[in-house]
């Protein structure tokens, strides 16, 4: 996709990344997110940075998803595996960040967007704020065993369930009072709002909470299973195959899913 790019900038005590796609609604294509990796590991090692934000530019979209083009070439389940293993690298990278992260949500968070926002510590949202990941009823791929648990932590286990299984999109007032969402404004007072958290997030105690966030991600990720074998089974599958050639397809009738 001819102009997508990822935005990282510094300012002061707060590190600022931005998800620029605007013309398929901030999805993600695979340089990106190998930008996002890198930004992430930057901040990281920047002990100067006290909290980070993650924002989709355009107001329209936090992140759509990930670009899917490639999938059309996957013959093999073990593609698939090795897929997923990149995308836990990224959002690994994610997860380590040390210092407060808060996810700056306008319109769709979707798929990728739905996993980045799960990843930080606070989101903020517009009214309009739109969360999912219908993957059941578009392209059929599943996710990994760390995003499971990132996104199932983050969001309660039903309303993941709601997401996956029934392929459900839930606006942002239903995610405010199970704690997932920190605070719903509205749009011109988007940027007010964040800032606030920001300062207020910047004036705790480094180590406090980079060792509070890292005890979270030890107890999160313990003794997750091994399911390589699960999600090559569903991305060689003759379902995906077709999932993938209807999205791309741009029809918007469901796949006539076989189980196969």
Not at 20 to 33: E, I
Not at 155 to 172: D, F, H, S, Y
Not at 176 to 193: K, R
Not at 209 to 227: F, H, I, N, Q
Request: one cysteine or more; glycine letters at 10%; proline letters at 3%.
């Amino acid at each position: 996709m001819t102009g997508a790019r990822l935005i990282y900038e510094k300012n002061g005590d707060t590190a600022h990344v931005r998800f620029d796609n605007q013309r398929a609604h901030n999805a993600l294509t695979s340089q990106m997110w190998h930008d996002l990796r890198d930004a992430a590991f930057d901040i990281a090692k920047d002990r100067s940075i006290r909290v980070a934000t993650f924002r989709g530019v355009g107001g329209k979209a936090f992140i759509s998803g990930t670009d899917i083009t490639k999938f059309a070439d996957y013959s093999k389940g073990s593609q698939g595996v090795a897929y997923e293993r990149d995308i836990d690298i990224c959002m690994g990278a994610i997860d380590a960040i040390p210092c407060t992260t808060i996810a700056i949500v306008e319109g769709w968070a979707v798929g990728g967007g739905l996993n980045i926002s799960s990843a930080c510590d606070f989101r903020i949202a517009t009214p309009n704020a739109r969360f999912g990941s219908p993957i059941g009823r578009t392209i059929g791929n599943c996710l990994s065993a760390q995003s499971v648990a990132r996104i199932g932590t983050a969001i309660g286990v039903q309303m993941a369930k709601r997401m996956v299984l029934l392929g459900e999109i839930v606006p942002a007032p239903e995610l405010l009072a199970s704690g997932f969402l920190h605070q719903i404004v509205e749009a011109d007072a988007l940027d007010e709002t964040a800032e606030a958290l920001c300062r207020r997030a910047a004036e705790n105690a480094p180590l406090t909470t980079a060792a509070s966030k890292e005890m979270l991600r030890r107890m999160r990720y313990a003794g997750l299973p091994d399911v390589e074998d699960l999600i090559a089974q569903v991305y060689g599958s003759a379902d995906f195959r077709r999932g993938v050639a209807t999205f791309l397809g741009g029809t918007k009738a469901l796949p006539a899913w076989t189980g196969k």
